[in-house]
Every structure is written in C-alpha cells, then in structure tokens.
C-alpha cells in the first residue's frame, strides 16, 4: 500500500471518493489505484504500526472488563479523575463501567470538561473508522453524536471493532457520502502544533494522548 505523498494527493483522493471518479494530477495523469491489504488481520497490523509511530498507544482486549484492565495504568499515569462517555455508546459506557470500580475515576458531565478548569479527564467513545494507510481514527457527529469525548479532553480513548478498518481514506468516504454528517473528526495521533521555530507541543488543541482499543466484534 502506498502511503499518502503530501496534501495535494490527498485532496486529489477526497475528491475522487466524494465524486466517485478518479481525478488527474497537475501533470494529468490519473491517481494510482493501490493494492489493500491482504486480510483483515493484516489491515489491522498495518493500522497498528501506522498508529504507534505517531505516538498512539494501541490495545488489544477481549473484553470491556480486560480494556478497562489495561487502561488504568496508562490514565492514573496521566492523573485521569474525570470520564467524559456519550450516552448513547454502549461500548464506552461498558468500559467506563468497569472502569470506576478501580479508582480514581468518576463519569464526568460535559459541562464540567467545558468549565474553565476542568478536571484531568480522558475521554472514551467508540470509532466509526480506522484508516490504515495512515493510522487515522474517524468519528462523526452522524445521528447526533458528539465529538467532545476527542476534542476537549487530555485522554482520547478510541474503541474499535474489526470492523472498522478499512484500507484508505476513500473507503471511509464512500461509506459515508450517501447520508454525509455534519461533522467529521479525522484523528491521527495526539494534538500536537508548532511555533515559527518549529518547537513542537504536544495536547495544545485536543488530547495529549490518543489510545485506540481494539474489543471483539458484536
């Protein structure tokens, strides 16, 4: 699979995607059509080194319970207390169930992560997608949801199926055009922004830390 060259190449592939056609290049010829990954297995792999080496922590369980095993460490590490879970995402809920038993955590209410001084917080919430050419997690507002849980909080944590995966960026696009959101959230590994000495800060506009979670399919 060949990587992305640069933004050019990947508004030229958005467009092909939206339009359902293939466009040409400055110099006009046509976009190359890239092989996909061998097995869902592969895909998965592919996303996962993608992902870690852009400073994402990738973790695989069998369970809600084992996840939320594996999480506590990496968020008391972090000084986590607050838990900002959507209503109606029943993985995250699961999780973050299992969660506050072991302590510090407690849920969180979105306007408390809104406050000027919120609480150390990490936010959990299920992905539509996972690109992995890129390492990219997708959310979207579609049928109402949120996007806070990936936006304002220090910890993303991204709960994925294997059915989430997908090859490229084209996939997911295509998956959704027919019924668009209004909102889409491509996340590819923590925030991070530079100054004009290019003196890179991580967490500036988002999460510091972004923690995919690979659960079994339903």
């Known amino acids: ?22 466009c040409s290049d400055q110099a006009g010829g046509a976009i190359p059509v ?31 319970e084992t996840a939320a095993g594996s999480l506590w460490e990496a968020l008391r590490a972090g000084g986590i207390t607050a ?28 306007a408390e ?11 959990i919430q299920a992905a539509e ?16 949801k949120t996007l806070l849980p990936g936006l304002a909080t220090d910890v993303h944590v991204a709960l994925l199926t294997p059915a989430a995966f997908v090859d490229r960026m084209e996939e997911c696009l295509a998956a959704l055009a027919n019924n668009p959101p209004r909102n889409i959230s491509f996340i590819t590994g923590p925030s991070r922004t530079a100054d004009i000495e290019l003196t890179l800060t991580i967490g500036v506009h988002g999460p510091g830390k972004v923690i995919a979670v690979l659960l079994p399919g339903a």
């Not at 061998?38 to 870690?52: G, M, V, Y």
Request: overall charge positive; aromatic content about 4%; glycine content about 10%.
């Open 113 to 123: 992560i809104r406050q000027a001084s919120p609480p150390a917080s990490a936010g």
């Open 34 to 64: 890239h092989a996909g990954a061998a097995s869902p297995a592969e895909r998965i792999d592919l996303f996962r080194s993608r992902f870690e080496a852009l400073g994402g922590t990738f973790v695989a369980a069998a369970t809600a």
């Open 83 to 110: 838990l900002l879970v959507p209503e109606d995402d029943p993985a995250a809920r699961a999780v973050a169930s299992a969660l506050v038993p072991l302590g510090p955590y407690r849920i969180a209410a979105p």
């Open 129 to 144: 997608y996972a690109i992995a050419e890129t390492g990219t997690l997708v959310q979207t507002s579609g049928g109402g």
């Open 1 to 22: 699979m060949e990587p992305l060259k640069g933004k050019d190449d990947l508004l030229r592939r958005i467009r092909t995607a939206l339009h359902g056609r293939r």
